[in-house]
């Protein structure tokens, strides 16, 4: 059974860091894109950021692009987000997943689903 589950959440005041692991089981995915997801209450789920197998490409929202990193380990299976800067509109139910393509240009998209999920770690910025 794959199971994808995350780890680092907390309370955090404004300007303050926190960084995200989420750990695979089941298959490993060292050659597949991963992907972190937020989904801030009475909102939609949205993008933060994705990582290709290899870890040369790299996308990100807008929203956080300058203060969070993506990065992965495949030999442990793993992907992490690593959040500087908080502020309290980052405050969301983080997801991690698995799915989506670069392309060559290293836009990502994921049009056709993701295709698995974690359950969720929830980080809360406070001002």
């Known amino acids: 059974q794959v199971q994808l589950v995350e780890s680092g959440g907390g309370l955090v005041q404004a300007g303050g860091s926190l960084r995200l692991s989420c750990a695979a089981s089941?298959?490993?995915?060292?050659?597949?894109?991963k992907a972190w997801f937020r989904q801030a209450p009475g909102k939609e789920r949205e993008f933060v950021a994705a990582?290709?197998?290899?870890?040369?490409?790299?996308s990100y929202a807008g929203s956080v692009k300058g203060r969070f990193t993506i990065s992965r380990d495949n030999a442990k299976n793993t992907v992490d987000l690593q959040m500087n800067s908080l502020k309290p509109e980052d405050t969301a139910h983080y997801y991690c997943?698995?799915?989506?393509?670069?392309?060559?240009?290293?836009?990502?998209?994921?049009?056709?689903?993701?295709?698995?999920w974690g359950k969720g770690t929830l980080v809360t910025v406070s001002s």
């Open positions: 997943a698995v799915g989506g393509l670069f392309d060559s240009r290293g836009g990502y998209s994921y049009t056709d689903g993701m295709d698995y």
């Open positions: 089941g298959r490993t995915f060292s050659s597949y894109v």
């Open positions: 990582i290709s197998w290899s870890g040369e490409k790299r």
